[in-house]
């Protein structure tokens, strides 16, 4: 009883947050908004949006997801366990690698995302699991033979369309702007 009263009102406000951040990118996806309108995603709508849409793609895989905003960057971290993962992507691992996979561990990526013009790219920084860090030529390496193989559709260090007529994000410590043109 204790802890609903204490987590009541912050699951409450996750709640509204995660709504306030599905009703503006509905807006933005709607392509009603008018040239040079200006969608702010705070910080705290970012993550909820996060949790919810992390755990609906991959139940039990992720948890714990935190974004955190700088000025033209974002660094992301979350618990992942990376069976899951793979599992919910309906890969079946060999023993080996259920062995090696299995777990949770703390996950934190650091990208810079640079926009305009319609178009936005995603470069990674550096990748930290389990208080390793990746970065350089391995981190490189890792991303041309792991990651682009796995998740194709992933665009890292390569440009590509925004859609839905946004110009470019503003990326500020508190919130993304979303910049809409034609």
């Not at 990526?109 to 970065?135: K, Q």
Request: include cysteine.
């Amino acid at each position: 009883m204790v802890w609903a009263l204490v987590l009541g009102p912050v699951w409450a406000d996750a709640q509204a947050d995660y709504l306030s951040a599905r009703r503006k990118i509905s807006l933005i996806e709607s392509e009603t908004l008018k040239p040079g309108s200006r969608v702010a995603l705070t910080s705290a709508e970012l993550n909820a949006y996060v949790a919810r849409e992390a755990h609906a793609a991959a139940p039990g895989a992720v948890r714990d997801t935190r974004l955190v905003l700088g000025q033209g960057s974002v660094t992301g971290s979350a618990l992942v366990n990376f069976l899951k993962l793979r599992q919910a992507q309906g890969e079946a691992p060999g023993w080996l690698m259920t062995r090696l996979l299995d777990g949770e561990r703390p996950v934190r990526v650091t990208a810079r995302i640079d926009s305009a013009r319609g178009r936005a790219t995603v470069n990674v920084d550096r990748v930290e699991i389990a208080g390793v860090a990746i970065e350089g030529r391995v981190l490189d390496f890792l991303i041309e033979n792991y990651l682009r193989p796995t998740c194709p559709e992933a665009k890292i260090g390569e440009p590509f369309e925004l859609g839905h007529r946004v110009e470019r994000l503003v990326i500020r410590p508190s919130a993304v702007d979303v910049i809409i043109g034609r």
